[in-house]
């Protein structure tokens, strides 16, 4: 089975400054995916950023970077330069193939953060 | 850039009532889902089709509920007698491969039973 623990029910990081959110995991899968998400007051679910468990190097989209420590089982989000669009709840996920073939999505109870001004 | 659609944003139903969430996934995607977030907690599987059927489906995936795609675009998700424990944030989600790059959600239809 797949788990994904997030450690921090809330944050709160100063407009500008840099944040990590935590995400550790637990599985025994040779392969999967780890996604990061964000979700806003109004509900939706966007996607931020994906690392392949076999990529050799962090991914990166825009401000945001996944530190990726496979030995230590961590995959934290690194958002740059906070803006306050940024308050918002983050989940991270998982994929993996005992998910089964589909390899549906394993969350975390996610952390919600606030940027303030 | 491709969206997952869902309708109706938002839907009351009155316990015992059938309802039906529809989803329009992504064109050439080939695996599609449906979550589930009770307010305030974790977003939960429900269940993944592929291939015309379904692939995968959690514990919460009982015989009230039914998925179907009816057609070449749409992704139903059936409750067939709602209960108060139903509201929830019902997404949608598809990927090409699956479990990969591109795992997109709908914005979600949030079901409330009264």
């Known amino acids: 089975a797949q788990k994904i623990t997030q450690t921090q029910p809330g944050m709160f990081v100063q407009e500008k400054e840099a944040v990590t959110l935590d995400c550790t995991y637990d599985t025994s899968d040779p392969s999967y995916g780890l996604f990061w998400y964000k979700q806003p007051s109004s509900g939706e679910m966007i996607f931020l950023i994906y690392?392949?468990?076999?990529?050799?190097q962090n991914a990166t989209e825009g401000r945001y970077s996944l530190n990726f420590q496979k030995a230590r089982k961590s995959a934290n989000l690194v958002i740059s330069a906070s803006q306050l669009g940024d308050s918002a709840m983050y989940f991270c996920a998982m994929s993996g193939i005992s998910s089964g073939s589909a390899r549906q999505l394993t969350f975390g109870s996610g952390t919600q953060l606030t940027v303030l001004p | 850039e491709p969206e997952v659609t869902q309708t109706p944003s938002h839907q009351v139903t009155q316990m015992g009532q059938e309802v039906i969430l529809r989803c329009v996934p992504i064109?050439?995607?080939?695996?599609f889902y449906w979550y589930r977030q009770i307010l305030g907690q974790k977003v939960e599987f429900l269940v993944s089709f592929y291939n015309n059927e379904i692939s995968e489906k959690s514990e919460i995936f009982d015989d009230q509920f039914s998925v179907e795609r009816p057609d070449g675009s749409n992704f139903t998700l059936k409750i067939r007698s709602t209960k108060l424990e139903d509201s929830a944030m019902y997404f949608c989600?598809?990927?090409?491969?699956?479990?990969?790059?591109?795992?997109?959600f709908g914005s979600g239809t949030r079901l409330t039973v009264v």
């Open positions: 064109s050439n995607h080939l695996y």
């Open positions: 690392q392949g468990s076999y990529d050799q």
């Open positions: 989600a598809s990927t090409l491969r699956g479990g990969d790059y591109g795992y997109t």
